[in-house]
């Protein structure tokens, strides 16, 4: 079996701060094929259609201005059981009530620029 797959992106903060190949082996590690992977960034505009879901809430213009500040790593990623498991690698959205040994609870600087997309 081939799995499910599922997207990520890592996160301008987690990029500039160096930290994306500690990101990534941490994926592999957890058993995540990589299917795709690319270094890039969004616009503002491009950042507005991503988040689209959030633009009622009060932090659509700072998360989308974040998300455009600067490089990302989108990948798309293969394994069995792939959302629910990338979910707990990941830990919660906010870094401070993440599990310890998550991605964000390791990476992440606050509930908005919290290294990497789930
Ligand atoms: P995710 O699925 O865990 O990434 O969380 P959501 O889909 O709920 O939110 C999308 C992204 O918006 C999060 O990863 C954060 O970057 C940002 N975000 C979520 N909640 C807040 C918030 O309360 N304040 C701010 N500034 N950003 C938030």
């Known amino acids: 079996m081939a799995g ?3 997207f990520t992106m890592i996160k301008p903060d ?4 160096g930290n994306s190949g500690a990101i990534i082996k941490m994926i592999e590690e957890a058993g995540f094929k990589i299917i795709a992977m690319k270094k890039t960034a969004m616009s503002k505009e491009t950042a507005g259609k991503f988040y689209a879901v959030h633009a009622e809430r009060p932090f659509y ?3 989308t201005t974040y998300m455009s500040s600067g490089s990302i790593i989108p990948m798309i990623l293969e394994k ?9 690698l990941i830990g919660a959205t906010n870094p401070k009530e993440a599990e310890e040994g998550t991605i964000r609870a390791l990476f992440a600087e606050s509930i908005e620029a919290n290294a990497i997309h789930g």
């Open 4 to 6: 499910t797959r599922t």
């Open 14 to 17: 987690a990029v500039s701060a």
């Open 61 to 63: 213009n700072d998360l």
């Open 80 to 88: 069995d059981n792939a959302v629910e498991d990338f979910r707990k």
